[in-house]
């Protein structure tokens, strides 16, 4: 992708919609295989939007029904960079009591994000909190979590495209990518 009329910056494609489709399908069948009944998929809303909503209808396609719910963290807000305090802006609405849930987010970093949701819900009371994510940076954890299931692992760049953004642009790309110039 290159510049358009000084608008648009060069993004390299880190994972196509080929490559995400294909890994969506088998990650949808690993989970299968995991043995979460009564399941509740919570999307970790804005970014992982897109994936919840194809690894759900892949989910689908293995045989599974779950029940969906959104939650709304940040750590980050309009910056590029974790604040390192996350905050609750929507909330589930659904009882998790005695529920497995599975947390999908786009991307595990730091950790934050992903052990607040898991310990919060756990401190409600759900059976089992298993997390699923799009994409997982080797980099150093601020707060001790690890994936349980993961699609791609993923080089230490900004990444933006499939719900993920920069200023709120770039969400409706098919894919995966980096702006050129900027890790």
Do not use: W
Not at 5 to 27: D, K, M, T
Not at 90 to 111: A, C, F, K, Y
């Amino acid at each position: 992708m290159s510049e358009d009329a000084g608008n648009s910056p060069e993004i390299e494609i880190l994972f196509s919609p080929e490559q995400i489709a294909e890994r969506v399908r088998a990650l949808a069948q690993e989970i299968s295989t995991a043995h979460l009944d009564n399941l509740l998929v919570v999307a970790v809303l804005k970014g992982s939007f897109v994936f919840t909503a194809d690894l759900l209808r892949a989910m689908h396609a293995a045989g599974m029904s779950p029940e969906v719910d959104f939650i709304t963290l940040s750590s980050y807000r309009k910056s590029t960079r974790s604040s390192g305090k996350v905050e609750i802006l929507r909330d589930v609405e659904s009882n998790v009591q005695g529920r497995n849930v599975l947390l999908v987010d786009d991307i595990l970093e730091s950790g934050r994000t992903l052990a607040f949701a898991k310990d919060l819900l756990t401190a409600r009371g759900a059976k089992r909190v298993a997390t699923c994510v799009l994409l997982d940076k080797p980099v150093e954890r601020a707060a001790e979590v690890e994936a349980d299931f993961r699609a791609f692992m993923c080089p230490n760049l900004f990444v933006i495209g499939y719900g993920m953004d920069i200023g709120h642009r770039f969400r409706e790309l098919p894919f995966v990518g980096n702006v050129v110039g900027r890790s």
